[in-house]
């Protein structure tokens, strides 16, 4: 009898991303049993939308067993608010930006809860994805976490949070393109092992959002495929089992950023001017890139921030200590020379740089 290899997976039983989608959360979790909850909700949030969801709640008879505003990644912290969840819990709901997600999708991951998942704004994947970014030992760090047993967006609220943050979920969906590449070129050189399942997932995430249709990245539709494709992010990486199919040598750029500077931008905005840079040194899609990040006005937001060029050039060299045990193409001295050369020679960077 042959022995084989058999992927078992983890996807959100609820998906929706609509208009209004708050207002019928309580049906929505009622639909699969849930009568106890814990809410923790993003700061400020609260006054925003705590009528409205406790009261969605309410009518489908569950009880909100605690909520609470939640404005720390403290991974100390939020272990003690991990164990002293109440017995009765059956799910813990995260509203909010990335933190409160990150720590509520942690505290449900520690529990071995159901996590529901419902993003205020579309700035990346992580609403989607079963790793959370905490602060371990005064470091920001991923660690496991639960991928969310549903997702609801509503895609009102999310039109209603700054536009930068759509500039930012949008840098991080196109990102794809050169985070899929860069593990191909990680298995050429024996390092991974690409999984064709989660590549084909990712691709159909990425492809479908950039032929998108849109006169405004306000519209419904478009929204809706930026959410769903950021969405079908996440269930790739869960079946690669890494963070892979989504997160390539734009992303250590990013990361890199975040340690070198004393206020870095929003993640999927420095994503997003790596993900063109990358593109240009992989000669791959470059010309596609430029034009989804021109025609959503993702680079005039970018050219009005005054970057500085040099951060970009320490962020090159610095990139592969982020995660030593990758091999990108930044991982070879050659790529992060012609990286470096491409970021101080090409027309667009040189408008988004101002040099």
């Not at 290899?5 to 208009?19: G, Q, R, Y």
């Not at 609403?127 to 969310?148: E, I, Q, W």
Request: hydrophobic fraction near 45%; charged fraction near 20%; charge should be negative.
């Amino acid at each position: 009898m042959s022995k084989f290899n058999a992927s078992h997976i983890a996807i959100p039983t609820i998906l929706k991303v609509d208009p209004n989608a708050l207002d019928s959360i309580g049906a929505d979790l009622r639909g699969c049993s849930f009568k106890k909850v814990v809410i923790y909700f993003g700061n400020g949030l609260i006054d925003m939308f705590g009528c409205k969801v406790m009261e969605a709640l309410r009518d489908a008879d569950i009880e909100v067993l605690e909520y609470c505003e939640l404005d720390t990644i403290n991974i100390d912290d939020i272990i003690n608010l991990a164990f002293g969840l109440p017995n009765a819990t059956q799910a813990v709901i995260g509203l909010g930006g990335g933190k409160v997600i990150d720590a509520a999708k942690y505290i449900g991951f520690l529990r071995k809860l159901p996590f529901i998942s419902v993003p205020t704004s579309a700035s990346s994947d992580g609403f989607s994805s079963a790793s959370a970014s905490l602060v371990v030992n005064g470091r920001r760090t991923s660690v496991p976490a639960r991928l969310a047993f549903g997702i609801i967006a509503d895609t009102t609220v999310i039109k209603s949070a700054p536009q930068k943050f759509l500039y930012s979920g949008i840098g991080d969906m196109v990102s794809k393109i050169t985070a899929l590449y860069d593990w191909k070129f990680e298995e050429t050189h024996g390092v991974a092992q690409v999984n064709d399942f989660a590549l084909m997932i990712a691709k159909k995430a990425v492809n479908s959002f950039v032929r998108t249709p849109f006169e405004s990245i306000q519209d419904n539709l478009f929204l809706k495929e930026l959410l769903d494709s950021l969405a079908m992010s996440g269930i790739a990486n869960e079946i690669a089992g890494s963070s892979a199919p989504t997160s390539g040598s734009e992303h250590l750029i990013s990361h890199a950023l975040d340690k070198i500077l004393e206020t870095p931008q929003l993640h999927g905005i420095q994503v997003g001017i790596a993900t063109y840079l990358m593109s240009r040194v992989h000669d791959h899609r470059w010309q596609r890139v430029n034009t989804i990040f021109t025609e959503t006005g993702f680079w005039d937001y970018v050219a009005a921030l005054n970057l500085n060029v040099e951060d970009y050039i320490k962020a090159i060299d610095l990139a592969p200590s982020m995660k030593p045990f990758r091999h990108t193409y930044l991982h070879e001295e050659q790529y992060r020379e012609l990286a470096k050369k491409i970021l101080t020679e090409d027309d667009i960077l040189l408008k988004i740089f101002h040099l």
